[in-house]
């Protein structure tokens, strides 16, 4: 007899706690799974690159940069070998125990140290830069203490060297860290954070070619982020050479001369617009830019009055004085309005209405002709000539000549001057252009202003024949010139022969700078800066500095085919005549020297 035993009752809460554990473990794989599909094949690159980058590290080599040299070969910025300290962020454990270590070697705090580490962690494969070009001594110090400084490595490479300091600092310019603004403009050049740039100069026109293409290290590292061995290496290409056509010996001549005023020097070849020499003082070291500056350094530099940085041989602006006869003679013969024999009587003065505008020789120079009043600079002479001609004319032959335009050369950021006009007039204050303003507009002051490359570049063209060359600084730049055909050979002859008579004539204004072994002709200048200190004060010395004259001089030679022309500017210098012309002499002096010209044999003119 079969006996049926009921099965046991399975508690219903038991059930509910069954199905609530497989759901549980259910959703736990599930979780697992989407995970594992997650980082396999969503970002399985992203976790293979952190994988490799436990093992491997790939940094970039900086390329040497390119030389910068004279005309003559002569090195003027060059590469030394440098030390910087570097880190990796990822790679270092302790942060508080490895800035400890290296306080005591570099010139930086602990606190310092951890802030720099910390700003990387952004980006904690990429090197930080603690501190750069460090002694020999401390990379022996750092090497010794190696084992306890995880991440830490020192970076043998190169670093400028502007081998003469200050000498054409403004010309050469200068690097700085490259910004953020600079990055996203160079996105695609290859460029990365702590990475220098041409900030100035040739160092920044020429950069594409000085700064060469980086090379790529891969070595393996260990779990402290020690080197353990080289897996592949891609050199880098050194930068491209940049010549110049500036002569480094003439360029100290004329540094020297100029000495600690404030100005500019410019020498140029008029035939064909080669820059010989370029000076602007006060100047600078163009290596303080090659490390991290201080705030309160850069406000000092960028605050100081004097302005250190501008280059005022072709950013500085200044009424040309004088040297502007030059241009409204030149336009009186072109325009017919006067012949070389027409005069002027000069008493001294010239009234217009009710004003009266004195010459700067009180007793006056009596009857003037054109080259008696290049040679002793008649201010009465051109004041009517200026009047006759009006302003509209004198504009205009002041474009001819390249004033109030760009000269061209290679720097970018060169100003272009003012020639004022009746519309510029009305424009700037609301006022109609008056009779006196063409006056004093005819002695180079009023509102008139040029740069010394300006200068450098109409004068050029006086002397050479007409033909206006386009400054260049570059060997590789091709000279442009046009031919200014408002200008006759002939007019130019006559304007150039009274141009000589300044300095070999007996009564030049520049007559002390004459030199027995070579001819010079020129123009001096002074630019009024504030009217009446002049008259009021008999001693030009208790004129403030900020209210005394600008003194000008350009001078050429030798003057029946001139190699160099120079223009020397003398901020608040007082006469061109005593302050400026002694530097042009000094220049043009030296130009022969440096040619080796000796025992008179330039002189063809038997003067």
């Known amino acids: 007899m079969e006996h049926n035993i009921p099965a046991p009752e399975v508690d219903e809460e038991l059930k509910w706690k069954a199905r609530f554990l497989i759901v549980v473990v259910i959703a736990l794989f599930l979780v697992l799974i989407f995970r594992l599909v997650h980082m396999q094949i969503f970002n399985g690159s992203y976790y293979e690159s952190l994988a490799r980058n436990n093992r491997i590290r790939i940094v970039s080599v900086k390329a040497p940069r390119g030389k910068i040299l004279d005309r003559n070969a002569i090195v003027l910025a060059d590469n030394r070998p440098t030390y910087n300290l570097m880190v990796i962020p990822e790679d270092i454990s302790d942060v508080d125990q490895v800035a400890a270590r290296l306080a005591g070697i570099i010139d930086s705090s602990v606190d310092e140290i951890i802030d720099i580490i910390q700003t990387g962690m952004s980006r904690p494969y990429d090197p930080v830069y603690l501190d750069k070009d460090i002694s020999f001594d401390q990379v022996a110090r750092i090497e010794t203490d190696i084992f306890h400084l995880p991440g830490v490595s020192i970076e043998a490479t190169t670093e400028r060297d502007y081998v003469y300091k200050d000498l054409a600092s403004h010309v050469l310019g200068f690097l700085g860290e490259v910004s953020k603004k600079e990055l996203t403009a160079h996105r695609d050049a290859g460029y990365e954070i702590n990475d220098l740039i041409g900030k100035g100069g040739?160092?920044?026109?020429?950069?594409?070619?000085?700064?060469?293409?980086?090379?790529?290290?891969?070595?393996?590292?260990?779990?402290?982020?020690?080197?353990?061995?080289?897996?592949?290496?891609?050199?880098?290409?050194?930068?491209?050479?940049?010549?110049?056509?500036?002569?480094?010996?003439?360029?100290?001549?004329?540094?020297?001369?100029?000495?600690?005023?404030?100005?500019?020097?410019?020498?140029?070849?008029?035939?064909?617009?080669?820059?010989?020499?370029?000076?602007?003082?006060?100047?600078?070291?163009?290596?303080?830019?090659?490390?991290?500056?201080?705030?309160?350094?850069?406000?000092?530099?960028?605050?100081?009055?004097?302005?250190?940085?501008?280059?005022?041989?072709?950013?500085?602006?200044?009424?040309?004085?004088?040297?502007?006869?030059?241009?409204?003679?030149?336009?009186?013969?072109?325009?017919?309005?006067?012949?070389?024999?027409?005069?002027?009587?000069?008493?001294?003065?010239?009234?217009?209405?009710?004003?009266?505008?004195?010459?700067?020789?009180?007793?006056?120079?009596?009857?003037?002709?054109?080259?008696?009043?290049?040679?002793?600079?008649?201010?009465?002479?051109?004041?009517?000539?200026?009047?006759?001609?009006?302003?509209?004319?004198?504009?205009?032959?002041?474009?001819?000549?390249?004033?109030?335009?760009?000269?061209?050369?290679?720097?970018?950021?060169?100003?272009?001057?003012?020639?004022?006009?009746?519309?510029?007039?009305?424009?700037?204050?609301?006022?109609?252009?008056?009779?006196?303003?063409?006056?004093?507009?005819?002695?180079?002051?009023?509102?008139?202003?040029?740069?010394?490359?300006?200068?450098?570049?109409?004068?050029?063209?006086?002397?050479?024949?007409?033909?206006?060359?386009?400054?260049?600084?570059?060997?590789?730049?091709?000279?442009?010139?046009?031919?200014?055909?408002?200008?006759?050979?002939?007019?130019?002859?006559?304007?150039?022969?009274?141009?000589?008579?300044?300095?070999?004539?007996?009564?030049?204004?520049?007559?002390?700078?004459?030199?027995?072994?070579?001819?010079?002709?020129?123009?001096?200048g002074t630019a009024q800066v504030a009217r009446g200190y002049t008259s009021k004060l008999s001693d030009e010395s208790d004129i403030p500095y900020k209210y005394r004259d600008h003194a000008w001089f350009f001078g050429f030679s030798p003057v029946e085919a001139p190699e160099i022309l120079v223009v020397a500017v003398v901020e608040h210098g007082g006469h061109g005549s005593a302050i400026a012309s002694p530097v042009v002499q000094d220049v043009i002096k030296g130009y022969y020297f440096l040619k080796g010209y000796a025992n008179g044999k330039v002189r063809k003119d038997n003067r």
């Open 202 to 524: 040739i160092e920044m026109i020429c950069e594409n070619d000085l700064r060469g293409s980086k090379g790529i290290r891969v070595f393996e590292v260990d779990a402290l982020g020690r080197k353990i061995k080289v897996l592949d290496e891609r050199p880098a290409v050194p930068g491209r050479d940049s010549e110049l056509t500036i002569d480094k010996q003439l360029q100290v001549i004329a540094s020297d001369s100029l000495g600690s005023r404030v100005g500019a020097v410019v020498a140029i070849n008029p035939s064909n617009g080669e820059i010989l020499a370029m000076v602007s003082k006060p100047d600078f070291d163009p290596s303080m830019f090659l490390t991290p500056m201080a705030p309160e350094m850069w406000q000092q530099i960028i605050e100081d009055p004097l302005h250190p940085l501008e280059n005022r041989a072709f950013r500085g602006q200044y009424p040309p004085g004088s040297i502007f006869k030059i241009l409204i003679a030149l336009a009186g013969l072109s325009t017919k309005t006067i012949t070389p024999q027409d005069t002027f009587y000069c008493p001294g003065y010239y009234i217009l209405g009710t004003k009266t505008f004195k010459c700067w020789k009180e007793a006056g120079h009596e009857d003037v002709n054109l080259h008696k009043a290049i040679e002793e600079s008649c201010d009465v002479y051109f004041y009517n000539l200026g009047k006759q001609l009006g302003i509209d004319v004198i504009s205009q032959y002041a474009l001819y000549l390249g004033f109030g335009l760009a000269t061209g050369i290679e720097f970018q950021d060169e100003t272009t001057g003012l020639v004022p006009t009746r519309q510029w007039k009305v424009k700037r204050f609301g006022t109609p252009w008056m009779p006196g303003e063409t006056v004093i507009t005819s002695i180079g002051q009023g509102f008139t202003l040029v740069t010394p490359l300006q200068v450098a570049k109409a004068m050029s063209a006086v002397v050479n024949g007409g033909y206006l060359y386009e400054p260049r600084i570059l060997k590789t730049s091709k000279p442009e010139f046009k031919r200014v055909s408002e200008f006759s050979p002939e007019d130019l002859a006559v304007v150039k022969e009274a141009l000589r008579s300044v300095v070999e004539g007996e009564h030049g204004t520049a007559k002390r700078i004459k030199d027995p072994m070579f001819s010079i002709g020129g123009k001096t």
